[in-house]
């Protein structure tokens, strides 16, 4: 008996002790927890394989140097879990060093917590692209830069990472140095910087691509209270940027609540959300200095003390950022509730920029230039108060292109998404070459639903059962607008002799009928119809006849 329970309580307290050196082989949880008391090596021959349900303990100031091989198979149940021996250790992290490019992956981490490292980053990444790391945990870690993950000179794959919790100079989560990794389904959350980049650093020609990535509420005292970007060209797409808050220590140096993007950047965001974000300085949800490619994103709800509540563009040099199917709302600053620019020239097309407040006095488009002639120019966007909502400052001008308007977007509650009495359906440029739309809107539906887009983020989709909700063109016929009110017009690109128009209701009963003569444009009064989905029948002398749905409200 005495024996069976002195077998039962080695078995309870299994643990192995790691000396220090090289290391290799298979660590599983029923050798676990492995206390490791001095540096430990994977030598570039080796691999080194811990199994899910493992633990590895550390002592102060150690740590795992990978130049081989490592697999760590956590699963969601049983992590793998790297921590130091006390509560009040800590230790020196993971440090993936010039491993072995020839490897397919060098290095699969999955299922990893990480945790209670101090004066070096949780995970170090050194000159090795073939390293992916999936369904980790990183938090509570403290560095120089990059806490949670610092990458230099590697190019690996992030996959569904939780980084949270940690603190750096710069880059409280994570830190990018002349890297491009992948990262996709990560969230980046709750991280600090003294410096700049609460939650991420981007710079020295880093070109990192983000997929459908969180970043919120992280802070930093310096610019970015989310992301810092600086002589790089990172692409973000489908990324959520909210809740950040920057610049908090109010230097004229600092800006950028979500976002700080420096010069020598080239930077595109597509179909991402900027909300909540606040800077104490300028750009509540994006400061930048250098070039920009904003296609299909939501400015929010965004502060800046300053300037820019929802975007802040400016630079010493001659450059141009383009803002293509942006949505600006109920951002707030003292100058530029959505948008304000310093030196710098700037493209608006098919963008809304309202307010729900219309007695806010602040301009929604600021523009300022001591550094010559500065221009924005807007072109088929809903600006509210029309050219009286831009004010100029400086040498700084705009040009008012065509297809601008001042209406109401008519948002369904709570959304920037259209209604369908919205004037943006149908309004934005007729010709989308070179504007680089992607195939879907910020909602994930199809971008162009008919032949000519919306203005705004969002693209209107159709009722279920209806082909066309907005006007079409049809054998050279243009119908609009398209959902319509009182009157509806059709217009012809090219002379006709006669045609026979006809309104149909849903039971098929013709409820309106006219002809017209010689001529390429007629208007309707459909005052009188009670609101609902019609059929247009056109019927032309020629023998053409065609139909549009048409939506009376």
């Known amino acids: 008996m005495v024996l069976l329970l002195l077998a039962m309580n ?9 000396p220090g050196g090289y290391v290799s082989g298979i660590w599983n949880s029923s050798n676990s927890p492995y206390y490791i008391q001095d540096n430990i090596l994977v030598h570039p021959d080796s691999t080194l394989i811990i199994e899910e349900g493992s633990t590895l303990l550390f002592s102060g100031k150690k740590l795992l140097e990978i130049q081989g091989q490592m697999l760590i198979s956590g699963t969601d149940q049983h992590p793998v879990i790297l921590d130091g021996v006390t509560d009040t250790t800590s230790w020196h992290g993971l440090f993936i060093n010039t491993t072995d490019t020839s490897i397919t ?7 990893l917590s990480i945790s209670q490292c101090s004066g070096h980053p949780a995970i170090t990444i050194t000159q090795s692209d073939r390293v992916r790391l999936t369904a980790c945990n990183i938090h509570d870690n403290e560095s120089f830069r990059g806490a949670g993950i610092s990458c230099i000179n590697s190019d690996p794959i992030f996959d569904d990472l939780l980084v949270s919790f940690n603190h750096a100079l710069d880059g409280g989560g994570i830190s990018l140095d002349s890297s491009s990794p992948v990262m996709s389904n990560c969230i980046l959350t709750q991280n600090t910087a003294a410096g700049a980049g609460g939650a991420i650093v981007i710079f020295n020609s880093s070109n990192p691509v983000l997929e459908h990535c969180s970043i919120t509420d992280n802070q930093s005292n310096g610019s970015g209270g989310g992301i810092y970007i600086n002589s790089s060209g990172p692409l973000f797409k489908n990324c959520i940027i909210s809740g950040n808050e920057g610049a908090i220590g109010g230097s004229n140096l600092y800006s950028g609540g979500g976002v700080s993007v420096k010069l020598g950047s080239n930077t595109e965001f597509e179909n991402c959300i900027f909300k909540d974000n606040l800077s104490h300085r300028e750009g509540g949800g994006i400061a930048s200095f250098s070039e920009n490619e904003i296609i299909n994103c939501l400015f929010q709800e965004n502060y800046a003390m300053l300037r820019g509540g929802g975007a802040f563009l400016s630079s010493g040099n001659l450059i141009v950022s383009h803002l293509t199917n942006c949505t600006f709302s109920d951002n707030e600053s003292p100058q530029g509730t959505a948008l304000a620019t310093h030196n710098h020239d700037g493209v608006l097309r098919n963008c809304i920029l309202w307010h729900s407040n219309p007695s806010n006095p602040t301009s929604l488009i ?20 029309g050219e009286d909502g831009i004010e100029t400052s400086g040498t700084a001008d705009y040009i008012w292109s065509q297809g601008n308007i001042n209406l109401d977007p008519k948002f369904l509650p709570d959304t920037c998404d259209l209604s369908w009495q919205s004037p943006c359906i149908e309004a934005g440029t007729p010709d989308t070459t ?11 539906n199809p971008r162009l639903v ?8 969002y693209e209107y989709q159709l009722p279920v059962g209806v082909q066309s909700a907005k006007f079409k063109i049809q054998s050279g016929v243009r119908v609009f607008p398209n959902p319509a ?3 509806v017009c059709i217009d012809f690109d090219c002379q006709i002799s006669s045609a026979r128009f006809r309104i149909v209701n849903s039971e098929g009963v013709v409820v309106k009928e006219l002809e017209s003569g010689q001529g390429n444009f007629i208007k309707i009064d459909i005052n009188e119809l009670r609101p609902g989905i019609y059929r247009l029948v056109i019927e032309e002398t020629a023998g053409v006849s065609v139909n549009y749905p048409l939506i009376k409200y």
């Open 450 to 457: 008919n032949t000519r887009v919306d203005m705004g983020a």
């Open 434 to 444: 070179g504007l680089s739309l992607p195939e879907l809107d910020l909602a994930g």
């Open 485 to 487: 009110g009182d009157y």
């Open 10 to 18: 080695a078995i309870i307290h299994a643990q192995t002790i790691i």
């Open 366 to 385: 600021y523009l300022d230039s001591n550094f010559g002639l500065n221009v924005m120019n807007a072109g088929y966007s809903d600006i509210q108060n």
């Open 105 to 111: 992956d060098s290095s699969v981490i999955s299922n």
